[in-house]
């Protein structure tokens, strides 16, 4: 069975040393009672969870799946996962960052991210369920009325519904401008406000299991009148249990129209079921106003592909920690530089240069994206509690720009290292004992859903850079580049500042040349996008990476021989970083120049 131990000496050194949360969370009044020791207790309780309930039942969990009963239209989710569920909501996890008035404990959402970290570690397939629950809570949050988050949020909060969201239908993916499921005014019918919903819904993650007594399904579907395309869509509260009473109080009540018609038979995450759902009458109320439930709906979208992004780095960390155990015990051949293990037929593999190559880049990418993934949550509560209106904007300017890079860079990362961490098992690895394969198949999905990695990367380029002329790009730019400059003279930083500079350079250029050439024809923005969210993401890690190097440097100077190997490691991964992962951006961009002919001139019949 897999081992996983929760990296908090990382986790620590990231919230305090390098991000210095907790200042910075004080200049929040939200925040402002917030302390280094309330933060260091959450997260190492959160790692004892995962470690000790989590894990357990991951490979369980994925051998045994979860299982569909076709008479009663249920599914039971697999063995032991009700009780860990049971667990976390008798714990308050759930709760974490919610709001007090709804049950919450109101906590930054940087603990949150750490405590998905860990759960993606562990057992993404379980932690899928109570992660969507949450989305569901922020879309209600933001867009529902004071009747729906009275009734549903401290239900959600507290775990005793869960949440989902309804957008895929088996002939619409992400091109959601084609959906077709239909809500219908049916105020004198039931005379409860109720619309009345009726479609088809695929690949909906949590659609249906035996957690929780109830679930809350947010759908999005089309009034009668409703405008073609995206600007026709509306989103509608559909529950499993249409509830009795209001408040707090509410109970469940009569089954709704809306039932499970079958799951799929995966290649991963097999212990969250992935539902095709039937809304037959069913009752939903609506969200916000008509025919804007797309804007509703990308505040659990933009959660969610947060989330999917701390999933790659759940798993880049527990794969490399499992190869580095596994490469330190095995024995094959002996080391090129001479016997490492002369008491042994052979050297462990560690001692091979390509092993190494193969973990180190698993750790880097790791760390990095812990880094950046702990930043991108600091900035999530500052776009809602910053201390003034510019530290908002820079917040939500911040969350806009890398959410595309969050989910696509580091769950590109993540399945790369949990196939590289496979390689050092060997044909150990391609078979179930080790549980490194569960790894890549659950890792796959997640380049998949919540928008392809393609679709992510058009968004960076399209939307989120083109659109604005690169102003926010150009706020994170100026990070960079005060940094560059606080930083340029010092002797020591200098491996680390030069490549960091002269790719801020770079993408600056890539990014004009991009822009001149979408404007005469778009196809270039979409054969090049992919390369440069590529770009971009070494871009934004060298720059964690050149500001973890300093803090190191820095311990080091000080500490002298009595420092703490923690930061002369971190020096040395630093450097493997900077001198055989960050080059990749040389062919990227090469490729984003090479223009949109060498893709699309081939004709369509001679595929």
């Known amino acids: 069975m897999p081992v996983y131990s929760p990296p908090l000496r990382d ?218 395309g995206t600007k026709g869509i509306s989103l509608f509260i559909v529950p499993k249990f249409l509830p009795k009473g209001s408040g707090e109080g509410a109970t469940v009540g009569e089954r709704n129209g809306i039932y499970c018609g079958g799951i799929e038979h995966k290649m991963g995450i097999h212990g969250n079921a992935t539902c095709q759902m039937v809304l037959d009458g069913a009752q939903g109320w609506l969200v916000g106003e008509p025919n804007k439930g797309l804007n509703a709906m990308f505040v659990m979208m933009n959660g969610a592909r947060l989330g999917v992004g701390v999933q790659g780095l759940g798993i880049n960390e527990v794969a490399y920690q499992n190869a580095a155990a596994y490469a330190k015990d095995r024995i094959q051949g002996r080391s090129l530089s001479g016997v490492k293990a002369p008491d042994k037929q052979a050297d462990p593999i560690i001692h091979h240069a390509d092993v190494r190559k193969m973990l180190l880049t698993a750790r880097a990418y790791a760390e990095a994206g812990r880094a950046f993934a702990y930043w991108v949550a600091m900035m999530a509560d500052q776009q809602f509690y910053g201390a003034d209106e510019e530290d908002r904007k820079f917040g939500a300017d911040m969350m806009a720009l890398m959410t595309p890079i969050v989910k696509a860079f580091m769950t590109d990362n993540g399945f790369l290292c949990a196939s590289q961490c496979l390689q050092v098992f060997g044909g150990h690895g391609y078979v179930r004992e080790w549980g490194m394969e569960q790894f890549i198949r659950d890792a796959r999905i997640n380049m998949i859903y919540e928008g392809t990695n393609t679709i992510q990367s058009l968004d960076l380029l399209g939307r989120k850079v083109l659109m604005d002329n690169g102003a926010k790009l150009k706020s994170f730019g100026k990070l960079v580049t005060e940094f560059i400059e606080d930083n340029g003279t010092t002797a020591e930083m200098n491996e680390f500042i030069t490549p960091l500079s002269d790719l801020g350079d770079k993408v600056t250029k890539l990014t004009m040349e991009l822009g001149m050439k979408a404007f005469a024809n778009q196809d270039e923005a979409g054969a090049a996008a992919v390369d440069y969210l590529r770009v971009v993401g070494h871009l934004v890690y060298a720059y964690f990476w050149a500001k973890m190097a300093k803090v190191a440097l820095e311990r080091v100077k000080a500490d002298g021989d009595k420092v703490d190997a923690f930061y002369t490691n971190k020096l040395i991964v630093a450097r493997f970083y900077f001198q055989r992962l960050l080059p990749e951006t040389a062919y990227h961009i090469r490729s984003a120049r090479s223009g949109a002919k060498n893709l699309m001139e081939l004709p369509v019949e001679a595929f």
């Open 11 to 228: 986790q620590q050194f990231l919230i305090h040393e390098l991000l210095g949360a907790v200042d910075q969370y004080k200049r929040m009044p939200r925040y402002k009672d917030i302390d280094a020791d309330t933060m260091n207790q959450v997260v190492e309780e959160a790692g004892k969870f995962c470690a000790e309930v989590l894990l357990p039942i991951n490979r369980s969990g994925d051998e045994e799946g979860c299982t569909y009963d076709a008479a009663t239209r249920s599914v039971k989710a697999p063995k032991g996962f009700k009780e860990a569920y049971q667990q976390f909501r008798e714990a308050g996890w759930g709760a974490l960052a919610a709001e007090e008035e709804f049950g919450g404990q109101a906590l930054p959402h940087l603990l949150q991210i750490a405590f998905y970290e860990m759960q993606y570690s562990t057992n993404q397939a379980w932690a899928m369920y109570p992660g969507l629950t949450i989305g569901a809570y922020e879309c209600l949050l933001a867009h529902g009325s004071p009747e729906q988050k009275a009734l549903y949020l401290p239900k959600l909060v507290s775990g005793q519904w869960t949440g989902t969201m309804c957008l895929t239908e088996p002939h619409c993916g992400t091109d959601l401008g084609m959906l077709r499921t239909k809500a219908e005014p049916a105020f004198e019918k039931h005379g409860n406000g109720a619309y009345q919903l009726t479609g088809n819904k695929i690949f909906i993650s949590s659609g249906e299991h035996d957690m929780a007594e109830n679930i809350v399904h947010l759908v999005l579907a089309r009034l009668p009148d409703a405008p073609a």
